[in-house]
């Protein structure tokens, strides 16, 4: 039998921080479920959506209860839509997020991603429809996500997309203005997209993939917080501490973490019969108290998050979770690593409120982490090539750096820095942040065309 | 054959109980042991030749010369019976509370109520807090696993005492470093 410590740890790990497996996440193909028209291609989609995952949730929940851990979403990722719907007209593609928000209702889901498009070089005459139809079928949808791919490290960055995207964005919001502008928040705009991300509301199954996988992400804050906490209260000799402890603390509790992750994942695609994926090793932090990245700044020494010193600390935690991750999973994947979204971590909104967190430390931070600038409320008058610029400096992080970046922005209408934005829920709450600048950046993005790729890409 | 002893702890007690086996050309296929203050106890499974029978064994161990009693008792037990299978599922039950009587009575008649097996209980008390691990199988449990949990929940408000139960799997792959 295992030793009584090592047991009584692994309980106060589940039971008093919060561990839970962040998100099961199926991806499914659709490229075979075109039909001859855009009704047939709907109905193909409802079709397999059910047939795969018609017990998707009864059974993450089943061995959830089996292992006694949370599984806490379960949710659906399909291929690009824009890849489905090749030819079809900007109201063929709102027919198709209709369908998909019926399918996600029908299997019982929350969310389902992969209203998305590919287009970090050239656009087709699908992706401008594609893109005509977003604000629309987002905010005449209830479960669906959508993402675009702007830019990757070998292509450089379409900046004729991302003129359009700050005008879509800005539609979303107005679109939902009655809910602060929430459909903004079902957006993402991506460099260097990973086709098997489980997390919302950038996941897709790329094109890469095999008809259905289960991928999962793992979480868990909280339970680094605690652990380290413990460890610095702990520690025998006093002032003797130093970071490459915490560091190493951070890595151990991440193996533990991911593995329970591994498990719970496995033995879901076991029961379903379908391929496991990755394990996705975010520390993605929910509005709950003692499950935010934020309180790990505070615990690892800086007084204020965005103090100088907390781009070091980031990139510190972000490589110490993938470290304990790689070796606790057989399969590691998706976007792996820290996640800042504001609106989603009580004390990075408390610090965009009490103005030790502005948006500029925000983007530098995203250069040492994963994602990027991720759910941050913007002044609803800010205009559209301003947040296509914000994006643009998002973009070029990722493209020259090799790594994801990302851009989640909600201009919330009729808002202005300073008042306050709520989406209830995982979505969470906080501060409107302030934009500096804005209004400066149109003749930049007015040139249009592409940015291209960095010279280190090219390693043939 | 099944042999148990317990006796005043010493060195040499395991040596002396295993030379006596060793003599009689006996196989010890298992042993655990365990000290508790200053008690040990011990219990062995062993195949002997089918010429050793259990008075040998009762004769070779009082020939030890000790200066502290062996208390022996020993069954003899059928091929079938040896041939136990592992449960499948085992499940880590953990309660923690302050001291007080009662605490393990409690727990175990509970397990017993739904027809549930304690393979294993290790009991700790530190700074008057009493924590109890426990390994059990579920095979023959008259309730479904969320009657239990259900149970537990109403348990652990009457009792005062945290109670949490899990599938072993999950301790064994956070402290582990191989996947099973």
């Not at chain 1, 109201?91 to 928000?101: E, H, R």
């Not at chain 1, 791919?149 to 960055?157: E, H, P, R, S």
């Not at chain 1, 329970?260 to 932090?285: M, N, Q, T, Y």
């Not at chain 1, 008058?381 to 020259?400: K, N, Q, W, Y």
């Amino acid at each position: 039998m295992l030793r009584s410590d090592q047991i009584i740890a692994t309980v106060e790990m589940i039971q008093k921080e919060n561990l839970d497996v962040r998100t099961v996440t199926m991806g499914i193909n659709l490229l075979d479920c075109r039909g001859e028209s855009v009704q047939s291609t709907c109905e193909n989609i409802k079709k397999r959506i059910n047939t795969l995952a018609g017990n998707f949730v009864p059974t993450c929940d089943a061995i959830s209860r089996k292992y006694g851990i949370p599984v806490v979403n379960k949710r659906i990722s399909v291929t690009p839509i824009a890849f489905v719907g090749a030819g079809f007209k900007r109201d063929g593609f709102i027919s198709i997020a209709k369908s998909l928000d019926e399918a996600a209702t029908d299997i019982g889901i929350d969310i389902l991603g992969g209203f998305s498009a590919q287009l970090e070089k050239g656009m087709t005459a699908t992706d401008r429809e594609f893109i005509a139809a977003l604000p629309e079928a987002i905010a005449e949808t209830d479960k669906i996500c959508a993402s675009v791919n702007i830019a990757t490290t070998q292509k450089g960055i379409n900046m004729d997309a991302l003129a359009m995207m700050g005008t879509t964005i800005k539609e979303l919001a107005e679109r939902t203005a009655d809910s602060g502008g929430f459909g903004a928040a079902k957006f993402v705009v991506f460099c260097n997209q990973p086709g098997d991300n489980p997390f919302m509301a950038g996941a897709i199954h790329g094109l890469e993939e095999a008809d259905a996988v289960l991928n999962v992400g793992v979480s868990g804050p909280g339970v680094i917080a605690r652990s380290l906490e413990r460890l610095i209260d702990n520690h025998p000799e006093n002032g003797t501490l130093q970071l490459d402890e915490l560091a190493e603390e951070i890595k151990q509790t991440t193996f533990r973490v991911t593995r329970c992750g591994e498990l719970i994942g496995r033995a879901v695609s076991k029961s379903l019969g379908i391929e496991f994926g990755v394990v996705d090793l975010s520390l993605a932090p929910t509005p709950t108290i003692g499950d935010s990245v934020g309180e790990i700044f505070k615990i690892l020494g800086v007084d204020a998050v965005g103090a100088p010193g907390s781009t070091a600390i980031l990139a510190m935690l972000n490589d110490a979770v993938k470290k304990g991750g790689i070796f606790a999973s057989k399969t590691v994947g998706g976007l792996s690593g820290a996640f800042i979204p504001v609106m989603e971590d009580a004390v990075l909104a408390e610090a965009v409120g009490n103005g030790s967190l502005c948006i500029e430390k925000l983007e530098a931070m995203t250069c040492v982490c994963s994602v990027g600038l991720d759910m941050v409320a913007i002044p609803g008058s800010v205009d559209s090539d301003t947040i296509s610029a914000i994006i643009a400096d998002e973009m070029a992080l990722g493209m020259v750096n090799s790594k994801t970046t990302a851009a989640r922005l909600i201009p919330v209408p009729g808002k202005e820095a300073g008042e306050h934005v709520s989406f209830g829920g995982l979505f969470g709450a906080s501060p409107i942040i302030e934009v500096k600048n804005a209004g400066q950046s149109g003749r930049f993005i007015s040139w249009g065309g592409r940015i291209p790729a960095p010279i280190h890409s090219f390693k043939n | 054959m099944i042999i148990s002893v317990m006796s005043k702890d010493r060195p040499g007690i395991i040596a002396s109980i295993t030379g006596a086996i060793f003599k009689l050309n006996g196989d010890v296929a298992d042993l655990n042991q365990s000290v508790l203050c200053n008690y040990l106890s011990m219990i062995l499974s062993v195949s002997f030749p089918e010429n050793v029978n259990k008075e040998d064994l009762i004769a070779a161990i009082s020939h030890i010369e000790t200066e502290c009693r062996f208390e022996v008792s020993i069954k003899e037990i059928s091929p079938e019976e040896e041939k136990v299978q592992p449960p499948e599922e085992t499940y880590i039950m953990t309660v923690q509370g302050p001291n007080r009587g009662g605490l393990v009575h409690g727990i175990s008649q509970f397990c017993y109520d739904y027809n549930i097996n304690i393979l294993d209980l290790v009991t700790t008390l530190k700074d008057d807090q009493y924590t109890m691990a426990l390994q059990l199988d579920l095979k023959n449990c008259t309730v479904s696993l969320k009657q239990i949990q259900e149970a537990l929940e109403e348990y652990s408000k009457q009792s005062g005492q945290n109670v949490m139960m899990q599938h072993s799997d999950i301790f064994q792959v956070t402290n582990e470093v191989t996947f099973h």
